[in-house]
């Protein structure tokens, strides 16, 4: 019964957020500097996780197709998975570690130091100076990551199936290119943005509306980063069946 409450609460701050994002002034500023947080400062762990994921799925990829001599579909398998699931999913994951706990630490302080309460006083209405901006980069900003995500993705599992297992690399890319095609990569990016919106406003929330002093910005904050990777895990699921039956077949 709590958890129905919580979650109503949430779609009441969700559709909150969504009115005072349509509504005069637009705070351009402050989404570019949330864009730089979200998205640039994100950068390296995304390429870094990238890197090393197509790496291991290669590896591991090229050793079970070597039973069957099918080494050459090595791109195609890393190519498909990293477009249509790994993708968004780790890149998600990452944003949610690095920068989603760092908005519900943020905004669980100004909390706790009344300082939201102070810019309710001067007639700023903190919903639409703080959480808007955030919410709408994590939504932006998790699809481009995803890009990112896919290309490093596919480099890493290209210099291990080309240098490392050996395989040729004119079977390696051919395959890459004819099995991916463009619906796996809008279906991924479909995914990335949604992921992006539900984690940027599961954190938000958490840290608008903490309490009990610094306890509880921790309290929040882990709560935001536990709740958004389950929710980015259980919404794959549903999402996935929506885009193979009607996008991506």
């Known amino acids: 019964m709590l958890a129905v409450r919580e979650f109503g609460r949430w779609c009441e701050f969700v559709w909150q957020t969504l009115c005072w994002a349509a509504r005069p002034p637009f705070r351009l500023d402050q989404f570019a500097r949330q864009m730089e947080f979200v998205g640039v400062k994100s950068l390296w762990i995304v390429s870094l996780t990238a890197l090393f994921t197509g790496a291991v799925f290669a590896l591991q990829a090229g050793k079970v197709y070597a039973l069957f001599n099918m080494e050459s579909m090595v791109g195609a398998t890393v190519g498909l998975s990293l477009t249509r699931e790994m993708g968004p999913v780790f890149a998600a994951i990452m ?8 908005m519900a630490a943020e905004l669980g302080t100004m909390r706790v130091t009344e300082q939201i309460d102070a810019m309710e006083a001067m007639a700023v209405n903190p919903i639409q100076y703080l959480v808007v901006p955030r919410v709408a980069a994590g939504t932006f900003m998790v699809p481009l990551l995803t890009m990112v995500y896919n290309y490093i993705g596919v480099l890493g599992a290209y210099l291990v199936g080309i240098h490392l297992l050996g395989i040729s690399e004119g079977p390696f890319m051919d395959k890459l290119y004819h099995y991916v095609d463009a619906d796996d990569i809008w279906g991924g990016l479909i995914k990335a943005a949604i992921f992006g919106f539900l984690i940027s406003a599961i954190s938000c929330y958490m840290g608008y ?11 929040a904050t882990t709560r935001a980063v536990v709740v958004s990777a389950v929710t980015i895990l259980v919404v794959d699921y549903f999402l996935t069946t929506w885009i193979l039956e009607y996008i991506s077949k």
């Not at 944003?95 to 760092?102: D, Q």
């Not at 509306?209 to 309290?219: I, P, S």
Request: hydrophobic share 30%; aromatic share 0%.
């Open 209 to 219: 509306n903490t309490r009990q002093g610094a306890k509880g910005v921790g309290r």
């Open 95 to 102: 944003v949610t570690a690095r920068a989603c706990s760092a």
